[in-house]
C-alpha cells in the first residue's frame, strides 16, 4: 500500500522531522510512505476573509496536483469524522481489502483546505475539535498510521 501525506509548508522544526523519520523508517517493511509538502502562500498575520479564502485556494491548488487520479483521498478537517485508531485501521485494511493501494492523507496550512480540496476528498477525518499545528499534525498523523498498521498485523504495540 502506497500512503501519502501531502501538507502545506515545509516542515522546519527539527524534533518533529526526527519523529516523523522514525515511524516512516519503522513503517518501511509494512508500506510505502510518500511525503508531500508544498508552498505555504506568504501571508500577513491578520487577513480577511477573502484574504483567507484567497490562500485556502491557492494552497489548495497546489495540493490538488500532488494527488493521482487513482488516491483515495482523506482530508484533515475539523469538521471531519472522529476515528479511533482501531478505526482509522480498519479504514486502511477495507481499502486495501478493496483494491484502494494509493491513500492520501491531506493536511492544510494555518487558513485551513480550500472546498475545492474537501470535494476531491472521499473522507474526512478530524483528530478532535482543538487546533493543533499543522506541522505538529503531521506527526500525529504519522504515529497513527504506523499503530493502524500494527493493529491490523495483529502485533503489539504499546497502549
Known amino acids: 500500500m502506497l500512503i501519502q501525506i501531502a501538507a502545506v509548508g515545509k516542515l522546519k522544526e527539527k524534533y518533529l522531522a526526527m519523529g516523523i523519520a522514525e515511524y516512516a523508517k519503522r513503517l518501511g517493511p509494512y508500506v510505502k510512505l510518500v511525503l508531500t509538502e508544498v508552498a505555504d502562500e506568504r501571508a500577513p498575520e491578520t487577513m480577511s476573509a477573502a484574504e483567507e479564502a484567497m490562500v485556502r485556494e491557492r494552497e489548495g491548488e497546489r495540493l490538488l496536483a500532488q494527488l493521482k487520479p487513482e488516491a483515495h483521498v482523506v482530508a484533515l478537517a475539523l469538521e471531519g469524522e472522529l476515528w479511533s485508531s482501531e478505526?482509522?485501521?480498519?479504514?486502511?485494511?477495507?481499502?486495501?481489502?478493496?483494491?484502494?493501494?494509493?491513500?492520501?492523507?491531506?493536511?492544510?496550512?494555518?487558513?485551513?483546505?480550500?472546498?475545492?480540496?474537501?470535494?476531491?476528498?472521499?473522507?474526512?477525518?478530524?483528530?478532535?475539535?482543538?487546533?493543533?499545528?499543522?506541522?505538529?499534525?503531521?506527526?500525529?498523523?504519522?504515529?497513527?498510521?504506523?499503530?493502524?498498521?500494527?493493529?491490523?498485523?495483529?502485533?503489539?504495540?504499546?497502549?
Open 87 to 159: 478505526d482509522l485501521a480498519g479504514q486502511l485494511d477495507r481499502l486495501a481489502t478493496y483494491g484502494r493501494s494509493h491513500v492520501a492523507f491531506v493536511i492544510g496550512g494555518s487558513t485551513g483546505l480550500s472546498p475545492a480540496v474537501l470535494r476531491r476528498a472521499q473522507q474526512k477525518l478530524s483528530f478532535g475539535r482543538m487546533t493543533l499545528p499543522h506541522q505538529l499534525m503531521r506527526l500525529v498523523l504519522v504515529e497513527q498510521i504506523y499503530r493502524a498498521v500494527k493493529i491490523n498485523r495483529g502485533e503489539p504495540y504499546h497502549k
